[in-house]
């Protein structure tokens, strides 16, 4: 039998996308990274949206756009109104396609405390054209995102306090009991439209309070029972 060697590149390949694990020094392999829009009632109507459950929507951002390990974020070119969003984020150990709601939990690996970060000016006039949110959505650094807790110590959260200060103020805060569509919901929904892999983060929507930020502000998240994250803005 002839074994066959991987073909050679043409380039240098790109390091792989990854996130720590909390008390280990071994890294989470990202995939991809699935955002759920408007998934909290107080921030659907904020952002003058009926807050009525409704078949959730998705957008993308890609690995590469993650900030890790407390990195700060620098100010993205092209926009004068960058926005928090701080979310729970979660990440899958395991794939597949047409998971039932009963079944999704178990293809969960662990948690993490997440910012989309959104250039808001952007997102608006993109709304208003009918067009896709990646530029809006899918900058360098705009998802910042803390440790990955395995589900294996802390369970399934699906509630407590969820909060996102800025500069020391209270900006946002919920409840993960207030998401629209709960995870296991979420799960089954994304794996009817695609075929979820191992790596695949999902972001989960963000509490009401979602606003500005300028260079020198410090963004402080927690989501009670999973972990804190906190980044700088730079300019």
């Not at 969003?85 to 948690?111: F, K, N």
């Not at 993490?112 to 997102?123: I, K, S």
């Not at 360098?140 to 959260?157: D, L």
Request: charged share 20%; glycine share 12%.
């Amino acid at each position: 039998m002839t074994v066959q060697s991987a073909p050679a590149l043409v380039i240098a390949p790109p390091p792989a996308a990854t996130l720590p694990v909390r008390g280990t020094t071994a890294r989470f392999p990202v995939h991809r990274i699935y955002c759920v829009g408007r998934n909290y009632a107080a921030h659907a109507v904020e952002m003058g949206h009926d807050p009525d459950k409704e078949p959730p929507f998705f957008f993308m951002k890609s690995p590469t756009n993650l900030l890790t390990d407390g990195a700060d974020m620098p100010w993205p070119p092209g926009t004068e109104d960058v926005h928090h969003e701080v979310e729970l984020v979660v990440a899958l150990g395991q794939g597949g396609r047409d998971i039932p709601v009963a079944e999704a939990l178990g293809h969960v690996w662990g948690y993490g405390v997440g910012l989309d970060m959104t250039r808001r000016d952007l997102q608006a006039g993109l709304k208003k054209a009918g067009r896709p949110w990646e530029v809006a959505k899918a900058f360098e650094a705009s998802a910042p995102c803390g440790e990955i807790v395995p589900a294996a110590e802390i369970g399934h959260p699906d509630r407590g306090a969820i909060r996102l200060h800025v500069g020391g103020a209270l900006r946002q805060e919920g409840d993960l009991d207030q998401m629209i569509w709960k995870v296991p919901e979420i799960i089954s929904y994304l794996s009817a439209l695609f075929v979820l892999q191992p790596g695949d983060l999902i972001m989960t929507g963000t509490p009401s309070g979602v606003g500005g930020v300028k260079p020198g502000d410090v963004m402080e998240a927690e989501i009670e029972g999973i972990g804190r994250l906190r980044t700088a803005v730079t300019a």
